[in-house]
């Protein structure tokens, strides 16, 4: 089916080790958005991509790290999970028009647990 | 730096009442304003953009207003109905391009 799909859905770990989320999308939009998920912060932008290849910092970018191959893949890993990177994760994308403001996106989710 | 609050974490209200959610937001002169759904488990839902020259956008039950003197925006849904309840996020521009910032959101429940 089309749309973003985001995988594992549910995920349990151990603290240092290496995990990573999946993203996926079947629009070919430019623009795709790794967010986080905590109660009390509300969605908080972890890290962005504006094309294949093309990456950039979000708001809370510390542990994690992205790649951008191909358009339709966006994979987010944590390098040595910690306990405060449990979260529910989202992923999403845009495509930017010729007007102002673009609606994103958003995949499932993904439950992660760091034990 | 720039902050976006929404007033209420929860609003309870009546079926078929019109509901009324607001988002605020302080150091911001934004050229456009989204609004989104978002039920348990599930990622958010774009519902509705309004830009900074609209005052007004009507959707079905659902209007929103932008403020741009008072920094504000109301979103409404009128008849309200029990599938109506959710949590209902704000976003504003980012600092970088296409990104968004969210509120913390307002979870309503519409009581039969």
């Known amino acids: 089916d089309a749309g973003i799909t985001q995988s594992p859905r549910y995920k349990i770990t151990e603290t240092g080790r290496q995990v990573t989320l999946m993203c996926h999308q079947t629009?070919?939009?430019?623009?795709m958005f790794w967010y986080r998920q905590d109660l009390g912060h509300g969605l908080r932008l972890i890290y962005y991509?504006?094309?294949?290849?093309?990456?950039d910092k979000g708001e809370v970018p510390d542990g994690y790290v992205v790649s951008r191959s191909k358009t339709e893949n966006f994979p987010l890993t944590l390098e040595s999970a910690t306990r405060s990177q449990t979260s529910v994760y989202f992923c999403?994308?845009?495509?930017?028009?010729?007007?102002?403001?673009?609606?994103?996106?958003f995949g499932p989710g993904t439950r992660l647990t760091v034990t | 730096s720039q902050k976006i609050e929404q007033n209420s974490e929860a609003l309870n209200i009546q079926e078929g009442k019109t509901a009324t959610l607001t988002c605020n937001y302080t150091?911001?002169?934004?050229?456009?304003l989204q609004w989104y759904r978002q039920d348990p488990g599930r990622g958010p839902v774009f519902l509705l953009l309004i830009r900074e020259n609209e005052k007004e956008k009507r959707k079905e039950r659902l209007k929103v207003t932008f403020d741009t003197t008072l920094k504000q925006s109301l979103f409404h849904i009128t008849a309200s109905q029990p599938a109506d309840s959710a949590t209902y996020l704000c976003?504003?521009?980012?600092?970088?391009?296409?990104?968004?910032?969210f509120g913390k959101g307002t979870k309503l429940s519409v009581i039969p």
């Open positions: 150091n911001y002169s934004p050229a456009y």
């Open positions: 991509s504006a094309a294949a290849d093309i990456t």
């Open positions: 999403a994308s845009s495509e930017p028009g010729t007007s102002v403001g673009y609606e994103q996106y």
């Open positions: 629009w070919s939009h430019s623009y």
């Open positions: 976003a504003l521009p980012g600092a970088g391009s296409y990104q968004l910032t």
